[in-house]
């Protein structure tokens, strides 16, 4: 062993020590898939119901500031894909297509996708290597190059399954020289794949310049690892479609290298075609290359992605370049259905595999979207003022939105459809009414008419709170005010949405949308009356304690019951007012007792169930228990609602503006309302506008 080789093993960058280091462990050899799944897999998973089915919910994809929300459906089906092929199957040779209406974050999820993949091969043991050239100008016939990295970033086992040509004598060299088992030798010779056409050829040229000396050939081998700067395009490369004009198979592939043939004097040297020059080569070492739009690309383009996908192979004037790529690709409902109209373009859609994206559907989930949309900074007006955030304008825009995304049913209301798709409880329809009526829908071979796949997109969320921030009422009240949503929201609706019928279906989800709002600002003046943030919970756990501790064994004739408290374990005792729980009844529209014992055993079976997971559930999700007990506690308890109503539209005398200060001093110091706000939203309730 001559005294090169030997300093090229002291700085730990030669061939052998790279093996030696895969073979104990602290480096890895395996193919993108593998990486990836190892990646999603090594994380916390956990099991979750959605819209009444169990799925997996995979954390890896739930971390950070700005994460992916929802769509469990299309990571699962993503995680099945890698996982597959990982294992060999079939889905190796196929490329992964998200499919959907703009705006719902497909784009999004592969961004995410590439920048966790990013990270996760920053980490010593998980980090990429590749192999370059070194004193390639002693061979005589590459001029003055002295340094030719792997053109397609190949990992050094790849190379040492190919350093001679015999592959018996290979896997006897790995055996004997570095000492790996027969089963590790033939673990590795499963992602077995040629070297490039230019490595294979430098390579052979070297072999012929040693005299087939193998540590002499290793001489000119240095080991490096695979750069992860992101605006280089290595490892994570996007490609987006671009115009008929500008686009071409070199965008991809590659091209032949002008200043490279002023060095090579071999014509036949495949070194002369420069593959950085492609998007392709870039990600070709165990990377993810994501195609944007790709059925927006022209014929050839597609054609191009048709063999790369299928063969995974870069091919330039019959030279070969083998790759270890992860192919993602998006693209719109209306590009995808008028490429299928092309019927001679089907082979590339059979080497696909398609998941249909839908836009989130559940308005809680949404809650944390719209936030996204609202943006983290401080928001400031036009004259760089503080602008403050009503804090009821997420819930208005996050339901408005959601409704727009659920389609019509019979069985179900929208309201009663928004609720159960949010785990929520939804009078006497359960979960599995919501699972028919998706599997119904699922069944419609026209994939715009499933459940969640039409409806106004995060961009047009966006552009609705635009549409807010930039008008006069929110600049000079200093305040976005969350009623005035409903306004940007008609007016995106019209602006945006060109089907007539879409269009008349989103202005009625946004009436529904409306009287949320109503209850919901119904439930807030009654916390404000009470001077008390959580006043309405408490008075909604008080009906379903008393339900309870009505037929207790231990009341006596002052129908005191003594419960322990599932939340602080503490013994409690409450009254059981048979008048109240009557009146909170009558809201419901229960009239006789058999309807109230039905709904009374409906509410002890909710609480049976919940509370054992949840000891903090409060009932708060069911809106109709809700809005009858703010009824009775508002039109009851406070003389009838005529008289708020009336004390805070009428302040001529003092105790009506005693009332009204102190309620707006509420809000202003407990429920996180500003002067403009808190007044806005009195007015509102002192209207009889939205009422349901």
């Not at 383009?301 to 019959?318: A, C, K, M, P, S």
């Not at 374990?569 to 009146?583: H, N």
Request: net charge neutral.
């Amino acid at each position: 062993m001559n005294l090169a080789y030997k300093k090229a093993i002291a700085d730990g960058n030669d061939l052998h020590y790279h093996l030696s280091e895969v073979k104990d462990g602290r480096r890895r050899f395996e193919n993108a898939f593998q990486s990836v799944a190892r990646m999603i897999l090594e994380g916390d998973i956990q099991k979750v119901v959605v819209n009444g089915k169990t799925t997996y919910d995979f954390r890896i994809f739930r971390t950070g500031k700005k994460h992916v929300i929802g769509m469990y459906d299309e990571i699962n089906s993503f995680v099945s894909f890698v996982k597959d092929a990982a294992e060999g199957g079939s889905s190796k040779e196929m490329a992964f297509v998200l499919v959907g209406e703009p705006g719902n974050g497909k784009t999004y999820f592969v961004e995410y996708l590439c920048a966790k993949y990013r990270e996760f091969l920053a980490k010593d043991i998980n980090r990429k290597y590749t192999f370059r050239f070194r004193n390639i100008d002693r061979l005589g016939s590459y001029g003055r190059i002295q340094h030719i990295e792997s053109q397609t970033y190949e990992d050094p086992m790849i190379l040492a399954m190919n350093l001679f040509e015999d592959p018996e004598a290979n896997k006897a060299y790995l055996a004997r020289e570095i000492g790996f088992a027969e089963k590790e030798i033939e673990r590795f010779y499963e992602n077995y794949r040629p070297l490039g056409a230019c490595s294979g050829y430098i390579w052979n040229d070297i072999r012929l310049y040693a005299g087939g000396d193998i540590n002499e050939m290793l001489n000119f081998i240095e080991i490096i690892p695979v750069p992860l700067i992101e605006s280089l395009g290595t490892i994570t490369g996007k490609y987006p479609a671009k115009d008929k004009i500008t686009s071409s198979a070199v965008d991809l592939l590659g091209e032949e290298s002008i200043q490279r043939l002023l060095h090579i004097t071999d014509t036949n040297n495949p070194y002369r075609f420069d593959l950085r020059r492609g998007a392709l080569a870039r990600v070709a070492g165990g990377g993810i290359h994501f195609s944007d739009e790709i059925f927006k690309n022209k014929k050839d383009l597609v054609q191009v992605y048709l063999g790369v996908i299928q063969n995974r192979v870069i091919e330039i004037d019959g030279f070969k370049w083998p790759i270890d790529t992860l192919i993602l690709a998006t693209s719109n409902n209306s590009e995808f259905h008028r490429f299928l109209a092309e019927k001679e373009e089907a082979p590339i859609v059979d080497r696909c595999r398609i998941c249909y994206v839908s836009h989130n559907t559940n308005y809680k989930l949404q809650k944390e979207l719209t936030a996204y949309a609202i943006g983290t900074e401080k928001r400031t007006t036009l004259s760089r003022e503080y602008l403050h955030q009503d804090p009821n304008l997420n819930y208005a825009a996050s339901v408005a939105v959601v409704l727009t995304r659920l389609p019509r049913s019979e069985k179900l209301t929208p309201v009663e459809t928004m609720k159960l798709a949010a785990g929520e409880v939804a009078g006497e329809k359960s979960i599995k009414t919501l699972a028919e009526v998706i599997d119904m829908l699922n069944q419609d071979p026209e994939i715009i008419n499933r459940f969640g796949q039409k409806g106004l997109g995060q961009r047009n969320l966006g552009r609705a709170i635009q549409l807010l921030i930039e008008s006069s009422e929110t600049n000079e009240g200093q305040c976005m005010f969350a009623y005035d949503i409903f306004k940007a929201i008609e007016r995106i609706i019209l602006d945006y949405v060109t089907e007539a019928n879409d269009r008349i279906k989103y202005l009625e989800d946004l009436k529904t949308a409306k009287g949320l709002y109503r209850e919901r600002v119904m439930t807030e003046m009654f916390n404000a009356y009470m001077d008390e943030p959580l006043a309405i919970r408490k008075d909604v756990l008080n009906y379903v304690n008393m339900i309870i501790g009505i037929d207790a064994e231990n009341l006596g004739p002052d129908k005191m019951w003594k419960y322990k408290d599932p939340q602080t374990a503490e013994l409690k005792a409450i009254k059981i007012d048979e008048r109240y729980i009557k009146s909170v009844e009558e809201r419901l529209g229960l009239k006789t007792e058999e309807q109230r014992e039905t709904f009374r055993t409906s509410i002890r079976k909710i609480y049976g169930q919940k509370i054992s997971i949840n000891p903090n559930y409060d009932f708060m999700d069911n809106l109709e228990l809700v809005k009858a007990v703010t009824d009775v506690r508002l039109k009851s308890d406070i003389a009838g609602a005529g008289s708020l109503i009336g004390a805070l539209a009428n302040r001529t005398n003092e105790e009506n503006q005693k009332l009204y200060d102190r309620m707006i001093h509420t809000m202003l110091t407990k429920l996180h309302y500003c002067k403009t706000c808190a007044q806005k939203t009195i007015e509102y309730f002192c209207t009889q506008e939205d009422e349901q």
